[in-house]
């Protein structure tokens, strides 16, 4: 498996609460990515970044926000989280522009 | 909205029998994925074929591409229980893209 962890693995929080998930690689890939997994609706892209502090939104973006301060953490924050984004969310690796993704474990977030 | 659109949505076979899974999408591509996800993990990269290619080979996996149809299969040849799993196509946008698009998925289950 790629090093790719994701923290924390499983959240419950309240409506209106900031929540911040973490992704961290050890494989220096240039590539992050940030997905949401929902049934009926497959796997969609959130935020995606191409450097360091190189971030750019994906299709569903809206409520959330990433920040990338070292090559190694990308992190997701839901700035005041609501039911609809109760989803289980993929962080993923890649070493080149539009090539093989390495996803990390998932992270199930409840929102209740 | 989704690029690639995998087809059937489930499929139920036989352990030693083939396994086919389609995949159609919009617009034109550098390269189409297939990936696969076992329950409650995260996705596993199975297969690249660039759009100058029209088929590849990995172990029991064989995949094909027909850009004049904009579709893709795969085959997973004497399936195995362990081939129970989801399998997603995952396409790029064409030329300085650096993102994905997943289909829905199939799900496959490989009854012993």
Redesign the interface.
Known sequence: DAGITQSPRHKVTETGTPVTLRCHQTENHR?M?W?RQDP??????IH?S?GVKDT?K??VSDGYSVSRSKTEDFLLTLESATSSQTSVY?C?ISPG??????????TRLTVT | S?QGEEDPQALSIQEGENATMNCSYKTSI??L?WYRQNS??????LI?IRSNEREKHSGRLRVTLDTSKKSSSLLITASRAADTASY?C?T?SGA??????????TKLSVIP
């Open positions: 590539y990515y997905y009926g609706h497959g796997l969609r892209l995606y191409y750019d994906g299709e993929f993923a522009q539009g090539t093989e993704q390495y996803f990390g474990p998932g | 989704q550098n390269n994925q409650g993990r995260g996705l596993v990269h690249l997603f995952a790029d300085g893209s650096y993102q994905l698009t997943f289909g829905k998925g």
